[in-house]
Every structure is written in C-alpha cells, then in structure tokens.
Nanobody, 127 residues
C-alpha cells in the first residue's frame, strides 16, 4: 500500500530554516502531484504548497511565498519543503499529501488533496 513518511520538523528560532522530507513508497511516485499542508492549533488545515508530478508547476499560499520552496526528487521518491526565514506564525504540524488533483489554470496551479497523508511533523518557531 501507499505509505508516506515525513521527517525534518523541530524547534527553530525565528529567521531560521528547516527542510521537511516526505518519502513515498508503494506507488509510482513520479506519476502524481503532491502537496504540503499545515495545521496550527485551533485552526483549519491549510495548503502551504503543491507541486505537479514532473515539477513543472508549483503553487504557494501567499504567506509563505518567497520563503518556502517545494521540490521533489522523482528518482528518490521523495518530496521536500524547504522553509527559510521562519516566523512564529509558521508554527504548526505539517503534513505531506500525495496523489491529489492538480491542474494549472489561468497562471496558477490548483491542488485538491488526495487520499494519502503523512503522519505529520511538528514545526515550532520560537525564541
């Protein structure tokens, strides 16, 4: 079956960086889009970034544009979220999502989540 294993979360000071990884097994990784979501305490889960199967299309929520970079290595069956210039408001549990419905439209890349989720990794930004 499809499995997603996340890693890379932790405690970091404001302005610091972290890189999250999502290793996917049990499927043809390169055939599907993926995304990263986060859920802060008391808030709904939100899409942070998404990337198409071949990495030609990406999308970011406005609050992370210019600070976060989503990428993937199809040879390693792994997706990444590089997070720079972290802020306290980035504190959340981050989840990778796989095999969602992604589509480019009018200059943007839209992503609806698929059925496969990672276990979540906690990111805490605090001094």
């Amino acid at each position: 079956q499809v499995q997603l294993v996340e890693s890379g979360g932790g405690l970091v000071q404001p302005g610091g960086s972290l890189r999250l990884s999502c290793a996917v097994s049990g499927t043809i990784f390169s055939s599907y889009a993926m995304g990263w979501y986060r859920q802060a305490p008391g808030k709904q889960r939100e899409l942070v970034a998404a990337i198409s199967s071949g990495a030609a299309n990406t999308n970011y929520t406005d609050s992370v544009k210019g600070r976060f970079t989503i990428s993937r290595d199809n040879a390693k069956n792994t997706g990444y979220l590089q997070m720079n210039s972290l802020k306290p408001e980035d504190t959340a549990v981050y989840y990778c999502n796989f095999a969602g419905r992604g589509r480019p439209y009018s200059g943007r890349y839209y992503y609806d989540p698929g059925n496969y989720w990672g276990q979540g990794t906690r990111v805490t930004v605090s001094s």
